[in-house]
Protein backbone atom coordinates (compact mmCIF):
# COMPACT_ATOMS: atom_id res chain seq x y z
CA UNK A 1 0.00 0.00 0.00
CA UNK A 2 1.47 3.40 -1.18
CA UNK A 3 1.80 6.31 1.52
CA UNK A 4 2.68 9.53 0.44
CA UNK A 5 3.68 12.28 3.09
CA UNK A 6 4.32 16.04 2.51
CA UNK A 7 6.27 18.78 4.84
CA UNK A 8 7.63 22.11 3.43
CA UNK A 9 4.40 24.01 3.68
CA UNK A 10 4.70 27.06 5.95
CA UNK A 11 3.61 31.09 6.39
CA UNK A 12 5.43 33.26 3.83
CA UNK A 13 4.93 36.65 2.55
CA UNK A 14 4.46 37.66 -1.17
CA UNK A 15 7.45 37.03 -3.32
CA UNK A 16 8.82 34.73 -1.35
CA UNK A 17 9.48 30.89 -2.23
CA UNK A 18 8.51 27.60 -0.88
CA UNK A 19 9.83 24.37 -1.07
CA UNK A 20 7.58 20.90 -1.04
CA UNK A 21 8.27 17.68 -0.22
CA UNK A 22 6.68 14.51 -0.49
CA UNK A 23 8.30 11.64 0.56
CA UNK A 24 7.22 8.40 -0.92
CA UNK A 25 6.92 4.73 0.26
CA UNK A 26 5.30 1.64 -0.69
CA UNK A 27 5.69 3.56 -4.91
CA UNK A 28 8.20 3.73 -6.40
CA UNK A 29 8.61 7.47 -7.33
CA UNK A 30 10.81 6.71 -10.85
CA UNK A 31 7.42 4.97 -12.50
CA UNK A 32 4.20 6.10 -12.91
CA UNK A 33 2.81 9.52 -12.46
CA UNK A 34 3.27 12.15 -9.40
CA UNK A 35 1.74 15.33 -9.07
CA UNK A 36 0.85 18.32 -7.03
CA UNK A 37 -2.80 19.08 -6.15
CA UNK A 38 -3.66 22.21 -3.63
CA UNK A 39 -7.51 23.32 -2.66
CA UNK A 40 -7.86 26.83 -1.18
CA UNK A 41 -10.85 27.27 0.96
CA UNK A 42 -13.98 27.49 -0.74
CA UNK A 43 -12.78 25.99 -4.12
CA UNK A 44 -12.21 22.64 -5.84
CA UNK A 45 -9.21 21.10 -5.58
CA UNK A 46 -7.12 21.86 -8.30
CA UNK A 47 -4.16 20.21 -10.23
CA UNK A 48 -0.64 22.08 -10.20
CA UNK A 49 1.79 20.15 -11.53
CA UNK A 50 2.65 16.65 -12.77
CA UNK A 51 5.43 14.45 -13.31
CA UNK A 52 5.23 11.48 -15.69
CA UNK A 53 4.68 10.06 -18.97
CA UNK A 54 2.21 11.69 -20.75
CA UNK A 55 2.43 9.62 -23.94
CA UNK A 56 3.44 5.82 -24.81
CA UNK A 57 7.17 6.60 -26.01
CA UNK A 58 7.17 9.93 -23.78
CA UNK A 59 9.80 10.88 -21.26
CA UNK A 60 9.08 9.20 -17.83
CA UNK A 61 9.95 12.82 -16.29
CA UNK A 62 7.75 14.65 -18.51
CA UNK A 63 5.95 17.81 -16.42
CA UNK A 64 3.70 20.05 -16.79
CA UNK A 65 1.94 22.92 -14.78
CA UNK A 66 -0.90 24.86 -14.70
CA UNK A 67 -0.71 28.02 -16.46
CA UNK A 68 -1.09 29.89 -13.28
CA UNK A 69 2.35 28.63 -11.75
CA UNK A 70 4.31 27.99 -15.14
CA UNK A 71 7.71 30.07 -14.82
CA UNK A 72 7.01 30.18 -10.53
CA UNK A 73 6.84 26.61 -9.47
CA UNK A 74 9.40 23.85 -10.72
CA UNK A 75 8.55 19.81 -10.06
CA UNK A 76 11.02 17.29 -9.70
CA UNK A 77 12.04 14.55 -7.72
CA UNK A 78 14.82 12.28 -6.30
CA UNK A 79 13.94 8.40 -7.12
CA UNK A 80 17.33 7.71 -4.81
CA UNK A 81 15.32 9.59 -1.90
CA UNK A 82 11.69 8.30 -3.27
CA UNK A 83 10.64 11.78 -2.81
CA UNK A 84 8.93 14.28 -4.89
CA UNK A 85 9.33 18.43 -4.89
CA UNK A 86 7.70 21.52 -5.78
CA UNK A 87 10.01 24.62 -5.53
CA UNK A 88 7.73 27.28 -5.23
CA UNK A 89 8.97 30.91 -5.94
CA UNK A 90 7.61 34.62 -6.44
CA UNK A 91 4.48 33.89 -4.18
CA UNK A 92 1.50 35.29 -4.15
CA UNK A 93 -1.54 35.20 -2.35
CA UNK A 94 -3.59 33.16 -4.51
CA UNK A 95 -1.61 30.39 -4.19
CA UNK A 96 -2.41 30.05 -0.37
CA UNK A 97 -4.26 26.58 -0.14
CA UNK A 98 -3.77 22.95 1.53
CA UNK A 99 -0.93 21.07 -1.20
CA UNK A 100 -1.51 17.73 -1.61
CA UNK A 101 1.25 14.96 -3.33
CA UNK A 102 -0.78 12.55 -5.64
CA UNK A 103 0.32 9.20 -6.76
CA UNK A 104 -0.11 6.44 -9.35
CA UNK A 105 0.22 4.08 -12.30
CA UNK A 106 -2.07 5.63 -14.53
CA UNK A 107 -0.90 6.35 -18.00
CA UNK A 108 -1.51 9.49 -19.46
CA UNK A 109 0.06 11.47 -16.73
CA UNK A 110 -2.09 14.61 -16.57
CA UNK A 111 -4.14 16.70 -14.08
CA UNK A 112 -7.21 15.02 -13.49
CA UNK A 113 -7.33 14.10 -9.53
CA UNK A 114 -9.52 11.12 -10.61
CA UNK A 115 -6.46 9.43 -11.82
CA UNK A 116 -4.95 8.77 -8.19
CA UNK A 117 -5.66 6.90 -5.78
CA UNK A 118 -3.03 7.58 -3.40
CA UNK A 119 -2.91 10.84 -1.31
CA UNK A 120 -1.01 12.11 0.85
CA UNK A 121 -2.22 14.02 3.97
CA UNK A 122 -1.55 17.78 2.68
CA UNK A 123 0.69 20.87 4.11
CA UNK A 124 -0.43 24.02 4.45
CA UNK A 125 1.04 26.96 2.37
CA UNK A 126 -0.26 30.75 3.51
CA UNK A 127 1.33 33.53 1.49
CA UNK A 128 0.30 37.06 2.74
CA UNK A 129 0.42 40.07 1.15
Not at 51 to 77: A, E, Q
Amino acid sequence: QGRLVESGGGSVQAGGSLRLSCAASGYSSSSGCMAWFRQAPGKEREGVAFMGRTNILGNIDSSGYIDSVKGRFTISKDNAKNTLYLQMNSLNPEDTGMYYCAADWGFPCRLVSLDFNYWGQGTQVTVSS
